[in-house]
């Protein structure tokens, strides 16, 4: 729910939505925190002047807040700096800057800012869940057991990897029951990569019709969808408009909702919770829970249980079924490459056998295109927001602790230095002269370093074996009379295509 709830969406076109009354009341409370205003450091990173209350936003344009960025980046260059209210951000552009802040000065950004808003829920100190615990021990313990239980997840009868083959199979046949009508293939892909994630935390899958998972996805969506809105930007800037009645109390109803169908289904695994059996991601953070009982400091709560549990669902699901309809439309769009997928599916796997990981070494191809999708996909376009940890200095300039950095993924992904066609679906960028694959070290869509996505490995295996498992069984097209699909990404809660849709052939 918390994911991409930052500050700098303030900047989004919602903007045009506040209520008069809105602005009144925000500029009441803006008085109070008046004071705080930007000190100067030397060698900070420059920018845009900026004022009392709006800090720099009068220098961007928030119909097309990407232009106004592009310009103030031509013109301050690839570190600059830029003010919301009385947040001092940095901005981060290009492979080289970013590598050097996410690589070289890891540990110095790994911190996260608050989220005021957030801790009206109950989301702060040892119980922050992931996504926004600040960076110290809570976050690394928990990190560290999640890691671990995710790897380790041969702890059920099945490995993740044998869940992940399984869902392919109903995603396959979800497809296969449209029988080559036009469809929009959203609803179905989001059920399953959701359906992976049920089955690492609850143990077990749902039915794509079941009334409980239906729900549970609505309020994820619903909630993602709040997250990134107007008002709660404006709540997290200023927190103290937290106490004046208003519209906010609903914002915080639907993770609330969340929490509670959660706290139903950890209350089911406590009731039957066997330690010499732990079936699932609950089971295995119940058993923490219980070894880590004694100790002030321990990270292992309830609450966090729960936090940590809709932080995966929320990290996990949008994003990699955003990558894969972003893939599937560059086979609508690109006929030859995916003809090509077709051939080296045939070539190593057969139409038989179902596609396993340990396929991915001998389909540089399909691997490349995978790839590139993530690549063009470029699904979180500013990551999520880092801070100083500590002062800390990035190629020259002094970036004082506390200094929100944002690090401008889609800047790496799209570098014009780096990449031969940053603004074409090109797999061959991730191929050499042999066909042989490349790795390729600007390819950042999980971003790097200490706070990199921790469901990376995850993510590779779902994306390479739904991929395969759908090119293996259909060929995909344009519906006839209809529009060629659109390019430009649509900004909701990841940056994904405009919703299209899709004939699946039997091939
Ligand atoms: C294609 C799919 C995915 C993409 C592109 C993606 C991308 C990202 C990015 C850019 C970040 C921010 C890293 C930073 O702060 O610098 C992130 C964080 C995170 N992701 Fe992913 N992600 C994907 C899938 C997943 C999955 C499947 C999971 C679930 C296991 C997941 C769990 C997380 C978590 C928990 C964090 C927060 C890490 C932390 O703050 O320590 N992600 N992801
Ligand atoms: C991020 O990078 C892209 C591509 O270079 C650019 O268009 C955009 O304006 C940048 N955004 C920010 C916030 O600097
Ligand atoms: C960043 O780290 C790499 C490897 O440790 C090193 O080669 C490089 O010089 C460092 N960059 C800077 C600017 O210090």
């Keep these: 729910m918390e994911l991409l709830s930052v500050p700098w969406s303030l900047l989004s076109s919602c903007c045009n939505n506040v209520t008069l009354l809105g602005i009144f009341l925000t500029a009441f409370v803006l008085l109070f ?119 380790n997840f041969g702890m ?27 469809f929009d293939p959203h609803f179905i892909i989001n059920n399953a990569v959701s359906n992976v994630i049920c089955s690492i935390t609850f143990g077990d899958r749902f039915e794509y019709t079941d009334e409980k998972f239906q729900k549970l996805l609505h309020l994820f969506e619903e909630s993602m969808k709040l997250a990134t809105g107007f008002l709660p930007q404006m709540l997290n800037a200023v927190p103290s408009m937290m106490y004046l009645p208003g519209p906010h109390q609903k914002i915080l109803q639907i993770p609330k909702q969340i929490i509670r169908i959660l706290k139903e289904i950890v209350d089911e695994h406590k009731k039957i919770w066997d330690p010499a059996n732990k079936k699932d991601f609950i089971d295995a953070f119940l058993g923490e829970i219980e070894k880590t009982k004694g100790d002030q400091e321990t990270t292992f709560n309830e609450l ?61 191809f399909t691997n490349a295109v995978i790839h590139e999708s993530q690549r063009c996909g470029d699904i979180v376009p500013i990551g999520l927001p880092h801070m100083a940890y ?21 800047s790496v992904l799209k570098d014009e230095t780096y990449w031969e066609k940053p603004h074409q679906f090109y797999p061959e960028h991730f191929l050499n002269a042999e066909g042989q694959f490349v790795k390729r070290e600007a390819f950042l869509p999980f971003s790097a370093g200490r706070r990199v996505c921790l469901g990376e490995q995850l993510a590779r295996m779902e994306l390479f074996i739904f991929f395969t498992t759908l090119m293996q069984r259909f060929t995909f097209l344009i519906p006839e009379n209809q529009p060629k699909p659109q390019l430009d990404p649509c900004f909701a809660v990841t940056s994904s295509p405009h919703p299209y849709q899709i004939c699946a052939k039997l091939r």
């Design 33 to 151: 925190d008046f004071m705080k205003r930007r000190k100067t450091w030397t060698r900070y990173p420059p920018g845009p002047s900026s004022i009392p209350f709006l800090g720099s936003m009068l220098h961007v344009d928030f119909q097309q807040p990407h232009v106004s960025f592009t310009q103030l980046s031509k013109k301050f260059g690839n570190i600059f700096s830029f003010q919301i209210c009385w947040r001092n951000l940095v901005v981060l552009n290009g492979f080289e800057v970013i590598k050097e802040a996410l690589i070289n000065k890891s540990e110095d950004i790994a911190d996260r800012p608050r989220l005021p808003l957030y801790e009206h829920l109950g989301i702060c100190g040892k119980s922050a869940g992931m996504i926004l615990a600040r960076y110290g021990r809570a976050w690394k313990d928990l990190r560290k057991f999640s890691l671990s239980t995710l790897r």
């Design 156 to 182: 059920g009868k099945k490995s993740l990897e044998e869940r992940i083959i399984e869902e392919a199979g109903f995603l396959s046949s979800a497809f296969e029951s449209e029988e080559s009508r036009p």
């Design 304 to 364: 966090n249980l729960l936090f940590t549990t809709s932080d995966l669902f929320s990290a996990g699901t949008e994003t990699t079924s955003t990558t894969l309809r972003w893939a599937l439309l560059f086979m609508l769009l690109h006929p030859d490459i995916q003809s090509k997928v077709h051939e080296e599916i045939d070539q190593m796997i057969g139409r038989e056998r179902k596609p396993v990981l340990g396929d991915q070494v001998n389909m540089p």
């Design 390 to 410: 500590r002062d800390t200095e990035i190629l020259g300039f002094f970036i004082p602790k506390g200094t929100v950095v944002v690090t401008n993924l889609s």
